[in-house]
């Protein structure tokens, strides 16, 4: 089976550094996908991680830990259009279905 | 980046009718895409694969027979939601995996789907 945990909200502060946790139990993992959804709009891609460490991309990155079940997405230098869901999501190594976890919403305080 | 579009993007209809979305990548070609579901405030639920050339595959749950895939093209997969009701009211999502440079998986902007 399958269980993705993330929080279900967080708040931070414009220009302040957030670090969105999530954890996973698979069976047979192909890699850890972060995607970024404003309210009505459909998801969109920011980060793919297949392999342990750190994926660097502008003011996001991304860790993940196969061993513990683990990945984090970091936003630095946040603005206001941050706000949003960030939803974590894990592919299957058998059919390549890509799982989601419930979505943390950010909220960016000015 | 890569670019798949959902036509459309806003349906309102009348209970018992036959509503059809439609799924294209634009820039790729995709053998495989994805429909989800997602009430509000939820996240997305996978509902079925939707395979090019052959059935699509349903998710627990989901009635083969009440949404009817079609990957008729390698660019082209449709959802039809056959007899909608009230309930069958959500945000309907296609997705398509890209295998380079990078293999992942990108979607629609979304099919906002309202049955009166």
């Known amino acids: 089976g399958q269980n993705i945990d993330q929080p279900t909200e967080m708040t931070a502060t414009e220009g302040a550094i957030v670090q969105i946790n999530c954890t996973y139990q698979?069976?047979?993992?192909?890699?850890l996908f972060w995607y970024q959804q404003h309210a009505g709009e459909a998801p969109t891609f920011l980060s793919y991680n297949v392999l342990d460490g750190l994926e660097e991309k502008g003011r996001f990155s991304s860790f993940l830990s196969r061993s513990k079940g683990y990945s984090y997405l970091l936003l630095k230098e946040l603005q206001m259009k941050d706000s949003a869901s960030y939803l974590c999501a894990v592919r299957r190594y058998r059919d390549d279905k890509i799982i989601f976890g419930k979505g943390t919403r950010l909220h960016i305080l000015p | 980046g890569a670019v798949v579009s959902q036509h459309p993007s806003w349906v309102i209809c009348k209970s018992g009718t036959s509503v059809k979305i439609e799924c294209r990548s634009l820039d790729f070609q995709a053998t495989t895409m994805f429909w989800y579901r997602q009430f509000p405030k939820q996240s997305l639920m996978l509902m079925a694969t939707s395979n090019e050339g052959s059935k699509a595959t349903y998710e627990q749950g989901v009635e083969k027979d009440k949404f009817l895939i079609n990957h008729a093209s390698l660019t082209l997969s449709t959802l039809t939601v056959t007899s909608a009701h009230p309930e069958d009211s959500s945000f309907y999502i296609c997705?398509?995996?890209?295998?380079?440079?990078?293999?992942?998986?990108?979607f629609g902007p979304g099919t906002r789907l309202l049955v009166l």
């Open positions: 698979t069976s047979g993992f192909n890699g």
């Open positions: 997705s398509a995996s890209r295998p380079s440079p990078q293999e992942t998986q990108y």
